[in-house]
């Protein structure tokens, strides 16, 4: 068990890598991981080499993931989605349902009783799918919500529904059946709410209370949310998945100062926990399961992708603020993950031996949904909403926090040389030179959670904190870090670096920006002298080298922008300057470095510079105002 436990979460572990690295969705990377080391090579059998333990370690991992998407749920976004989010997780279920039996039935030959059981099976788009992928494709905000809320609120609904089905089945000849399923029902939900949501708001009174130490509130969280599920299962059989849900949304919006630290482990929790279970669950295919698929399975899984879940959707959404772009995306995009593998596997022998022979087909015909959804899903998500323009706004964002006099030229630089810039400040005056140079700001706190709700700062790639307050820069850097990457968050020199009282940990702030030790003071004060921000573009005859000889001694290196590429702010350790890069310098008055602001670089020799004119056609930036 050792070696296949550690099989697992390397291999898992590397798949995520190998995503990230090559931008491709991680899950088709790891169910193809799972096919190799199960029914390919044999080297992993999950039910041997976990035993019967593993059907239950699978259900605990997965109210885990739950309860992590649970806690992204933020209620703001539901402002702007409710109505569409509302029918995909009410009608859409039901329609999703009553089509997919039909289709389960007349089309893959199953009986109607196996074909209701698939059909709630399959209402489901679980968020072990849907947030890689959303991360992966950079869908606007409005339109990622939608997909977000109903994979997290639809994968608890649909795996109740399978339960009650389920029940209905076994025991239809004993009595009010349906009766026994409206009390198992009301059971369910009523155990959610007070074990889900009663223990959250219990749990997040004694953080802020301090009843429970910070370095055990990320553990104590773990231990509630595997209570809770166990806990509700013994009351109701499968409503700790709903329970656990609603743990999280309550937990998620009650505004807990330690919330950010406990979602970020939670988030690593989530990324290990996905990687073994989509790696275990495919590898738990047997080639027997393999050899049952038939056509009439492979035309029913075709019908759910290009029937079911369309026509579903496009009834669900009749008469609603979503967009016909919003409504074709969302058809087609559902992609099957961990719990639809999990209730498969659990219900399925169970009928078997209840005497419905069809039941042998409910396995293989979830996992070639699965394979089929999360292959067409994930390779096409990215493709279409470029195709329907429902990305985030722009090809990428610089965030430049703090308008100063000094920031606005920077920021009229960068958007001369195409850079899509947006600057933030918390007063109002101080944008205004912005605004009217064209700039994109945004008035307000960006460390506040209104920033969090505002569409104006999607897409932020990188972050340069250049305020006067250098603390204040380093709370910003810390903010952003752990979204953008530590290699991405910047502010400027802090003059008291070597007296380590006074200034912030190099370990708790952004990376020093620029190539030179210039603080905040001294980049303001130097171009009230005259110096300004210019632009140098490295060709074919004029190198490097040439740029550094021509450079003033005292200028400072500001960022890089490759060609057909985004800004890369400079730091004392940077890469060397290839053809095509435009560098951004911020230069003296007598600096020997060329002009070649408004200027085409194609047309002119920078080794050639033309003598200095008077005017704004000296410079990409406008001068102060006396």
């Known amino acids: 068990m050792t070696h296949a436990l550690v099989s697992i979460l390397v291999a898992g572990i590397f798949c995520q890598w190998l995503a990230w690295r090559f931008r491709l969705p991680a899950i088709v990377l790891l169910a193809a991981c799972g096919l190799l080391l199960g029914p390919i090579t044999g080297l992993i059998e999950p039910s041997v080499d976990f035993g019967p333990g593993l059907t239950g370690i699978t259900s605990l991992f997965v109210a885990i993931i739950l309860f992590e998407g649970g806690l992204n749920l933020q209620f703001h976004e539901l402002r702007e989605t409710a109505q569409v989010t509302r029918r995909l997780t009410s009608i859409g279920v039901l329609l999703a349902w009553g089509i997919g039996i039909a289709v389960a039935h007349f089309v893959g030959g199953l009986s109607w009783g196996v074909a209701s059981l698939l059909g709630a099976i399959l209402v489901v788009t679980g968020p072990t799918v849907i ?29 109740l529904l399978a339960v009650l089905v389920y029940q209905y089945l076994l025991y239809s000849g004993e009595g009010p059946a349906l009766q026994s399923i409206f009390a198992s029902l009301a059971s369910a939900v009523a155990t959610s709410i007070v074990l889900g949501g009663g223990i959250a708001y219990g749990l997040g009174h004694s953080f802020r209370k301090g009843w429970i130490p910070e370095y055990l509130k990320a553990p104590s969280i773990i231990a509630c949310v595997l209570a809770v599920y ?228 999607d897409n932020i790639y990188t972050v340069l904190a250049a305020t006067g307050n250098s603390h204040y820069n380093s709370m910003v850097c810390n903010h952003f870090a752990p979204h953008l990457g530590r290699h991405r968050v910047f502010q400027p020199y802090d003059s008291g670096s070597e007296r380590n009282k006074r200034v912030v940990s190099e370990t708790r702030r952004g990376i020093t920006a620029f190539s030179g ?18 632009k ?91």
């Not at 030790?517 to 210019?534: D, Q, V, Y």
């Not at 060709?539 to 500001?558: C, G, P, V």
Request: contains cysteine; proline residues 6%; aromatic residues 8%.
């Open 230 to 457: 166990a806990l509700s299962d013994l009351v109701q059989h499968e409503s700790g998945l709903l329970a656990t849900t609603l743990m999280g949304v309550v937990m998620g919006n009650m505004g807990l100062r330690s919330l950010d630290e406990m979602r970020r482990f939670k988030e690593y929790i989530t990324l290990i926990l996905v990687s073994f279970l989509f790696v275990v669950l495919t590898a738990s295919l047997t080639k027997t399961a393999l050899q049952s698929i038939h056509w009439q399975l492979v035309a029913m899984v075709f019908g759910f992708v290009f029937v079911v879940r369309p026509l579903a959707v496009f009834l669900a959404t009749i008469r609603t603020d979503c967009s016909w772009q919003d409504r074709l995306l969302i058809a087609w995009i559902a992609p099957r993950g961990v719990v639809a593998a999990a209730s498969a596997g659990a219900f399925a022998p169970a009928l078997i031996d209840a005497g419905f022979e069809d039941a042998q087909y409910l396995v293989p015909a979830v996992f070639m949904l699965i394979f089929a959804t999360i292959i067409a899903h994930g390779f096409s998500l990215g493709p279409l909403t470029k195709l329907l323009k429902l990305g985030s706004p722009g090809k990428g964002r610089i965030l430049i926090v703090g308008a100063s006099p000094w920031t606005i030229e920077l920021a009229i630089a960068l958007k001369n040389v195409n850079q899509e810039v947006v600057l933030v400040d918390t007063e109002w005056g101080r944008l205004q030179s912005a605004r009217q140079q064209g700039i994109d700001t945004w008035f307000g706190e960006v460390l506040s959670d209104m920033a969090d709700e505002a569409m104006a700062l």
């Open 131 to 159: 947030m890689p992928l959303l991360k992966h494709a950079k869908l606007n905000r409005r339109t990622a919500s939608y997909l977000k809320w109903e994979g997290i609120i639809n994968d608890p609904i649909g795996v």
């Open 517 to 534: 030790n210039i603080t905040f003071a001294e980049l303001w004060t130097r171009m009230i002298r005259g110096w300004s921000i210019r």
């Open 536 to 626: 140098t573009v490295i060709t074919d005859t004029y190198s490097e080298k040439d740029f550094l000889a021509k450079l003033a001694d005292d200028a400072i290196r500001l960022a890089i922008i490759p060609e057909n590429g985004k800004l890369e702010w400079l730091s004392q350790t940077t890469r060397k300057l290839q053809t095509g890069d435009t560098v951004i310098s911020f230069v003296p008055p007598e600096s020997k470095e060329p002009e070649l602001a408004g200027s085409d670089p194609m047309k002119s020799d920078p080794s050639k510079p033309e003598p200095k004119k008077p005017g704004p056609d000296n410079d990409i930036t406008p001068k102060l105002p006396a």
